[in-house]
């Protein structure tokens, strides 16, 4: 039977069959190969913190006043609902005070770590001086900030505009394709996801996220997938398919076109490569101009590069993020050229919370403590690690097809059989859930919801990724 021990702070898991000991699979560290061992025992890693005790209400009462206030829309992990309370670095803590590793960082947006003391010490002192003013008057919080996140930029793109979110910064995004080029027409990949307002749902090519209402204006081309797409690694051929796009569903000229490097909710899907600078020659041939959404793969979380369009030997005209840049705070921001800003000055363009100062100290805080921290090269040591782990993982299960991503943006696809490359929904779900009662919460994405999404804080050890690793090879082994 299985017996699980759980304490505050970790989990332990032995298995035993009729009084004797039944052996169990992990992936051996010392040898790095598949070794069977007697006794499988789960913990997860040492960690120097007590969490608070919870006196307040429990998970079925913060359910059912959900259920009775909030939007029905509104979903929720797993088929009983962890109720979170607390949040430091790595890990979260529910109700009862376990301890569990995040894996996916509240949705691929706490950089930093839950609640990092240098971030929360320059929001609050910041909160008890000014907390809110707008840009009609003069303060130093929003201009610091901009000069902090143009000198991170390369090229022209030196002229900041914050907003509140990814969608925001998207749909700003758009608006001032549509206006410097004088065009309508936008191009984004099918599988991708840019928001989910009325316009920026537009761009967004996953129907599950999408309602029955006009988004015109919008052409979805050919995903370039090396792992299912019809040309594999060959981005120069996916490429082709913007051009088609342009010719023939078009007047030939259109506003710009907008990808994320690695595709978040559609699964981690990373373009094929030499794919951006063949689009970004045909977008421009056709007087349009290059939006990267950096709402996921921005601020060094690729490990390789600190933008994942830089990934690509690319350049845009635009770049959107969000969701990292304020570690949990409603933070967005688009960057552009002084050319392109140019055109908002023909009307009024405001936005009452956008840059407010409590979220401007909070931003800069994120970008000294990346530098600090050396947050890129350790999501790039750290990812390369777990990379490593889990493709050793897929030589031993068969329902693993693909493990594929950078630094810590790292997607494995599910499987029931390689060769079709069936999606693995059924399984995907039982392994979301034993999982969770290891002490893992992850990320579920792609069109089948077939692809775990591993998008931890920055913070993510390799003594995490150990744990996550050996509680999917124990996962697995059950299935």
């Known amino acids: 039977m299985l017996r699980f021990l759980l304490g ?10 009729s009084g004797s000991l039944s ?43 959900r259920k009775k206030f909030l939007g029905p829309s509104l979903f929720y992990f797993y088929q009983k609902p962890l109720n979170i309370v607390e949040g430091k670095m790595q890990y979260l803590f529910d109700e009862n005070g376990r301890r569990y590793l995040d894996a996916f960082a509240g949705i691929v947006t706490v950089s930093c770590g839950h609640c990092h003391p240098d971030i929360v010490q320059a929001i609050r002192t910041q909160n008890e ?7 009609i008057y003069l303060h130093h919080a929003i201009g610091d900030f901009a000069e902090a996140l143009a000198s991170k930029m390369p090229g022209n793109l030196k002229v900041v505009y914050f907003v509140n979110s ?10 001032m394709a549509r206006l410097y080029s004088g065009n309508h027409d936008m191009i984004s990949l099918r599988n991708a996801y840019h928001g989910g307002s009325a316009g920026t749902m537009g761009l967004t090519a996953l129907s599950s996220w ?24 060959d981005g120069e051929q996916y490429a082709k398919d913007v051009k088609d796009h342009i010719d023939f569903g078009s007047s030939g000229r259109v506003a710009g076109f907008i990808a994320e490097t690695i595709q978040g909710v559609g699964g981690a899907v990373e373009l094929a490569p030499g794919y951006l600078p063949a689009v970004y020659k045909y977008i421009r041939n056709a007087g349009g101009v290059c939006i990267a959404d950096e709402v996921q793969t921005g601020f060094g ?5 600190y933008w994942g369009f830089e990934t690509q030997g690319v350049i845009p005209d635009i770049v959107t993020m969000a969701k990292g840049i304020g570690n949990g705070l409603p933070l967005g921001a688009v960057v552009t050229t002084p050319e392109i800003a140019s055109v908002l000055a023909e009307r009024i363009q405001f936005n009452t919370f956008g840059g407010n100062p409590v979220c401007s100290a909070g931003g800069l ?7 600090k921290e050396k947050r890129q090269e350790h999501c790039a040591a750290v990812g390369s690690y777990l990379l490593d782990r889990l493709r050793a993982l897929q030589e031993k299960h068969e329902v693993i097809g693909d493990v594929r991503g950078r630094g810590l943006m790292i997607g494995v696809e599910l499987v ?25 919460l992850i990320g579920k994405g792609g069109y089948e919801s077939n692809v775990f999404r591993v998008k931890p804080p920055m913070c993510f050890t390799k003594e995490d990724a150990d744990f996550l690793v050996d509680a999917m090879d124990y996962a697995m082994s059950g299935l």
Do not use: M, W
């Open 8 to 17: 505050s702070s970790s989990l332990r898991l032995k298995v035993r069959s």
């Open 210 to 233: 999408k309602y029955n209402i006009s988004q015109g204006g919008v052409h979805h081309v050919l995903n370039p997938n090396t792992y299912r797409g019809v040309f594999g690694s």
């Open 365 to 371: 805080a994120v970008l000294k403590v990346l530098d």
């Open 416 to 440: 029931t059989d390689r060769k079709l490359k069936t999606p693995a929904k059924a399984e995907t779900s039982i392994l979301f859930e034993k999982l969770k009662d290891l002490g893992v």
């Open 129 to 135: 001086l000014l907390q809110h003013a707008t840009t």
């Open 23 to 65: 052996s169990c699979r992990f992936l051996s560290q010392q040898s790095g190969t598949s070794a069977v061992k007697d006794v499988a025992e789960l913990e997860l890693p040492p960690f120097d913190y007590v969490p608070r005790l919870y006196k307040g209400p429990s998970a079925d009462e913060v359910l059912q006043k």
């Open 166 to 175: 990814g969608s925001e910064a998207n749909e700003l995004a758009t608006l």
């Open 301 to 305: 979380r690729t490990g390789s590069h």
